[in-house]
């Protein structure tokens, strides 16, 4: 059960972190590869698959845009309207994104 709650506690940190990214990336689209490191960079242990579904998780939220799927090997994301507002605290944090309280 302690495990569980580990890799749950992983997961919101590595989505909040790549909504973070996003951000420093806007208005232009980052790829993949960009936020894999910078998941390793902070030492997330990420693979690109749990990154994939961590992206997919997040366009199902409407917090960010996701594009290359089918026409790139690379997948490009950027952040929605909403996705701003989350970041930039002027919204509400879904459940599942480990968005840290604001001073």
Do not use: F
Not at 1 to 7: C, N
């Amino acid at each position: 059960m302690h495990e569980i709650d580990l890799e749950k506690s992983q997961r919101g940190v590595a989505r909040w972190t790549i909504l973070r990214a996003l951000d420093a990336g806007r208005p232009h689209p980052v790829n993949e590869d960009t936020l894999l490191r910078v998941l390793h960079d902070i030492e997330i242990p990420y693979s690109m698959n749990q990154l994939r579904r961590d992206l997919d998780y997040l366009e199902c939220c409407t917090l960010v845009e996701v594009s290359g799927r089918k026409d790139s090997p690379l997948w490009m994301a950027k952040l929605s309207r909403h996705g701003i507002d989350v970041v930039e605290y002027t919204v509400a944090c879904d459940a599942g994104i480990s968005r840290p309280p604001k001073y």
